[in-house]
């Protein structure tokens, strides 16, 4: 049966088509809005995995180029590897389903996502968990909610449902929210300093057409839903569970008293190697008792901050850990910084350069160059752990992503400040919000490189522990609080308001207002951390480092576009291979060079100016013989730029036959006497000859030179001198 149901949301239809596409997978859910469609198709199976204590949930998100009437670049004219928004696409599918399924669920499950249409105004992503909820809920695979997903745009004062391309190019904020009929279970997106309140009514605004898209979707459901397979859990013995309890409750107690992580780590390693021993556990057993012992610790560090608001490293709920900052640490990098907070480090280097470093960007809805990037690198030494590495990994690269928005809004204008930008973030150790001090440390990079930010920019990471109606936010939390609490909510920003933010959870959902409370303690925060690094660096440096690229700004006339350019490109090509430069032409006659050092980007400004500079009546060039016609030569004076020397300007005495001074290529100095009407230009090689009975200004000429200037009126070929006057 083929069911199509439509709604209206923000002034475009929200097109459902379902039965007609992947009918052998679990479920799937064919999605349009406007002209864009994504299709998904979600399949689990059937056997659960043995000893598996997660859920193996895997969301792919594609974008197929056809969608767009586009072929791939590259060799191989095929889509190949995702790039950076197809995996931030993915994430933001899986965050928000993945605590809609069971606990205990172990069953391989695959939602694999395409975009298979795309209008360029209207964003595939943003239909993502909608489609990801449909398909899995009109399926037999156990999930217990149904979750939609808006974006929230701001133009002025006004918010903007699913705003489209061109609009949040003017928008204030790029608020992605999913969430349920009660809950909002997922927040990300990033601004242009936003306050707290602005932000907040921006939830309840997107909510309200969630609402609206989950009601819809529970009447499509309700037409095409399968009974719920049966399903088992790993089974678990209860009574090895109890022995582990009693065996180790004193211990754990004392362990999540340990405020060092590397402690509690060790401690808790060789608790579970006792439990082990003293249990005479099998070795298909040794999961369970790591889990029972997950769970005492858990109970015992939520029970300390609900009740007594102690946290596992003896703070309250609103303390942030000891910060040290350090900038300058690098001698050859740009600009660098060191941030620590607790036992979370980071170092940030900024990287500045010429245009040719510019990221070249080629997605469906997005083409041109990215001037400005952040690179966020997470090994497994930070945490005290041995991994394998292949490649950059999904997290990597939603931490990078989350970083470089928060710093973007306070970045100068291209026009200001013409670097292409590169910040990287290698974390050396992580206990809790490495991203947020990848803010931190990028910030005070780029005021140590001399890039003219606006303000500094900070982030923190709030918590979460709620049971039943007691709640409790932590601000700064460890990395074992965000695995046992129920939030993990960054937020970066300037004193002035919020650029950036990502909120994940491990319940179905928190209130508006929670998240309102969150948000003004991480305001608190984030002010006092701007305090430490104010005391750093407290604006950026009035100097670049010597070892950054060099740049200059020239401008000329715009009908000297052309010939600085040349045919095909010849000149500026030529000058770029010359001197190593860059050049940047605008449409206003703006050229920008940059490069490697200052001789070089000087080298290119002669040339540049050479090539462009406006002809002078009365002044000498040194041009080249371009071509020889009965009546005189055409000689090129400036680059792309001839004038007429007639035969009677060629010297004092009578000429015959003009071949007879001159040969394409030869050089020879000349004076501009007149710029006609028309714009032609007529030169003289015979006032400046000895015996011309203008003599006197010609030697006036000859002394002061120009444009190239070549000494007492003669000619040459082949480059040599050789005068030839009659």
């Not at 889509?79 to 994430?91: D, F, S, V």
């Not at 211990?251 to 082990?276: N, Q, W």
């Not at 932590?474 to 950036?500: N, Q, W």
Request: net charge negative; with cysteine.
């Amino acid at each position: 049966m083929i069911v199509t149901r439509e709604i209206e949301i923000g002034g475009r239809i929200l097109k459902v088509i379902l039965g007609k596409t992947a009918k052998q997978a679990d479920g799937a859910a064919w999605v349009q809005y406007g002209d864009t469609v994504l299709h998904i198709a979600a399949v689990s199976a059937r056997t659960q995995r043995e000893g598996l204590d997660f859920l193996p949930l895997t969301v792919d998100y594609r974008e197929k180029y056809f969608a767009a009437g586009k072929i791939p670049g590259g060799f191989f004219k095929r889509e190949g590897r995702p790039h950076e928004k197809e995996i931030l696409a993915a994430r933001m599918i899986d965050r928000p389903i993945r605590p809609l399924f069971p606990e205990g669920y172990a069953y391989e499950t695959q939602v694999l996502a395409i975009v298979i249409s795309a209008d360029l105004e209207n964003d595939a992503e943003v239909l993502g968990p909608i489609a990801a909820s449909i398909a899995l809920n009109i399926s037999d695979i156990p999930v217990d909610d149904v979750v939609a997903s808006v974006r929230v745009g701001m133009i002025g004062s006004e918010y903007i449902i699913n705003p489209t391309n061109s609009q949040l190019l003017e928008s204030r904020l790029s608020l992605y929210l999913v969430g349920s009929l009660e809950d909002i279970t997922m927040v990300e997106g990033y601004a242009k300093e936003v306050s707290n309140q602005e932000l907040i009514d921006a939830i309840f605004y997107g909510h309200e057409f969630i609402k609206k898209i989950v009601q819809f979707q529970n009447e499509l459901i309700a037409l095409v839903r399968k009974p719920t397979r049966s399903y088992t859990v790993n089974q678990k013995d209860p009574e090895l569970a109890a022995k582990v309890k009693q065996l180790a409750v004193a211990e754990v107690t004392t362990i999540c008293k340990s405020t060092d992580k590397s402690e509690r780590k060790d401690r808790t390693s060789a608790l579970i190697d006792r439990l082990v021993t003293e249990t005479g556990a099998e070795t298909t057993k040794i999961g369970e008792i790591k889990a029972a012992v997950k769970e005492m610790m858990k109970h015992e560090v939520r029970h300390n901050i609900l009740e007594n608001n102690v946290r596992i490293d003896g703070r309250s709920d609103v303390d942030i850990r000891a910060i040290e900052c350090e900038v300058g640490l690098l001698p050859r990098a740009h600009g660098s910084a060191l941030f620590t907070r607790g036992q979370t480090q980071a170092l940030a280097s900024a990287t500045l350069g010429t245009k040719l470093d510019e990221q070249k960007i080629d997605n469906l809805d997005e083409n041109g160059y990215k001037k400005y990037m952040l690179h966020y690198a997470f090994p497994p030494y930070s945490t005290g752990e041995v991994k394998n590495s292949f490649g950059v990994s999904r997290r990597e690269v939603g931490h990078g992503k989350l970083g470089e928005r928060a710093i973007e809004a306070v970045l100068p204008a291209w026009e200001d400040f013409p670097y292409t930008v590169r910040v990287t973030s290698d974390i050396f150790e992580s206990n809790g919000s490495s991203s947020m001090a990848s803010v931190c440390a990028g910030s005070l990079a780029l005021m140590d490189a001399g890039v003219p930010i606006k303000k500094a920019v900070a982030g923190i990471a709030m918590g979460l522990i709620k049971e039943g109606d007691k709640t409790r936010i932590l601000t700064d939390i460890l990395g074992d609080e965000d695995h046992l609490g129920d939030m993990d909510f960054k937020v970066a920003g300037t004193r002035d308001g919020i650029t950036s933010f990502q909120m994940d959870i491990k319940i179905k959902g928190i209130s508006a207002d929670l998240m309102a409370r969150a948000l003004t303690q991480a305001r608190d925060a984030r002010h006092q951390i701007l305090d430490i690094m104010d005391r750093t660096i407290e604006r950026s440096r009035s100097d670049i480092s010597p070892f950054a690229p060099k740049f200059l700004i020239v401008k000329i006339p715009v009908d000297r576009i052309g010939a600085l350019i040349g045919p095909g490109g010849k000149n500026i090509r030529s000058i770029i291979a010359d001197t190593g430069a860059t050049i940047d032409v605008e449409d206003d006659g703006t050229v920008r060079i940059g490069a490697v050092d200052g001789p070089s980007a000087e080298a290119a400004r002669l040339r540049v100016e050479s090539i462009t500079a406006v002809p002078e009546v009365g002044k000498v060039y040194h041009g080249t013989v371009k071509r020889i016609m009965d009546f005189g030569a055409f000689v090129e004076i400036i680059p792309g730029l001839e004038g007429l020397m007639h035969v009677s300007q060629i010297d004092i005495k009578r000429v015959e036959r003009v071949t007879d001074y001159f040969q394409v290529g030869d050089k020879v100095d000349v004076k501009l006497l007149k710029i006609d009407d028309a714009g032609k230009l007529d030169l003289s090689h015979k006032v400046l000859m000895e015996g011309y009975e203008g003599s006197e200004d010609a030697e006036r000429n000859r002394s002061r030179g120009g444009g190239g200037g070549g000494g007492g009126g003669g000619f040459s070929r082949g480059g040599g001198d050789r005068g030839r006057g009659r």
